[in-house]
T-cell receptor, first 116, second 115 residues
């Protein structure tokens, strides 16, 4: 079982460059999430999706965009990279049970991004 | 709005000693509560969760947590620490109301095991 797969694992960007963090899951989960993790700050929600074609902003969406064209994929795009976006990014997925969200998240291994 | 407070960014215990990691939550409705563990350079994995059944929840690797509504707490314990328990631990809360907007995480507690 692959679970949640993120690529790339590491990336260095220059200020102003753009890139996409890829996330795919093979568990047929309808909910998907992007979090960023900064030292001593826990995880902050960037964007989430409740299904293909539906996305919504989380707590810290500025500077990011997402799309959800399929159930499996949930890419995160950084348009104009800034040093403040240096972080570790985690993609996660979740499922519902009898129509109710269970809350349990399954995480990828993370993508470490440095913006210089 | 929900929030989670983890008391102590770092906790150090001796191998074989009791592990106690504290978590208090704030939620307008009875929540779902979770503990996740993160080993170095890895993603988070679920240790245990509370979803309204028994208030004492047992998880993997000998960990357990007790939901205390009167104290709004969900502390994580393990009777005897092992070196392999060294990791970052996150408490998280979810709105039982069924909203889709993920979990709210605490800032994490780094558990250090002294030999």
């Amino acid at each position: 079982n692959a679970g949640v797969t993120q690529t790339p694992k590491f990336r260095i960007l220059k200020i102003g460059q753009s890139m996409t963090l890829q996330c795919t899951q093979d568990m047929n989960h309808n909910y998907m999430y992007w979090y960023r993790q900064d030292p001593g700050m826990g995880l902050k929600l960037i964007y989430y999706s409740v299904g293909a074609g539906i996305t919504d902003k989380g707590e810290v969406p500025n500077g990011y965009n997402v799309s959800r064209s399929t159930t499996e994929d949930f890419p995160l795009r950084l348009e104009l990279a800034a040093p403040s976006q240096t972080s570790v990014y985690f993609c996660a997925s979740s499922y519902s049970n009898r129509g109710r969200r269970t809350g349990e998240l399954f995480f990828g291994e993370g993508s470490r991004l440095t913006v210089l | 709005a929900q929030s989670v407070t983890q008391l102590g960014s770092h906790v150090s215990v001796s191998e074989g000693a009791l592990v106690l990691l504290r978590c208090n939550y704030s939620s307008s409705v009875p929540p779902y509560l979770f503990w996740y563990v993160q080993y170095p350079n890895q993603g988070l994995q679920l240790l245990l969760k509370y979803t309204s059944a028994a208030t004492l929840v047992k998880g993997i690797n000998g960990f357990e947590a007790e939901f205390k509504k009167s104290e709004t707490s969900f502390h994580l314990t393990k009777p005897s620490a092992h070196m392999s328990d060294a990791a970052e631990y996150f408490c998280a809360v979810s709105d039982r109301g069924g909203g889709a907007d993920g979990l709210t995480f605490g800032k994490g507690t780094h558990l250090i095991i002294q030999p």
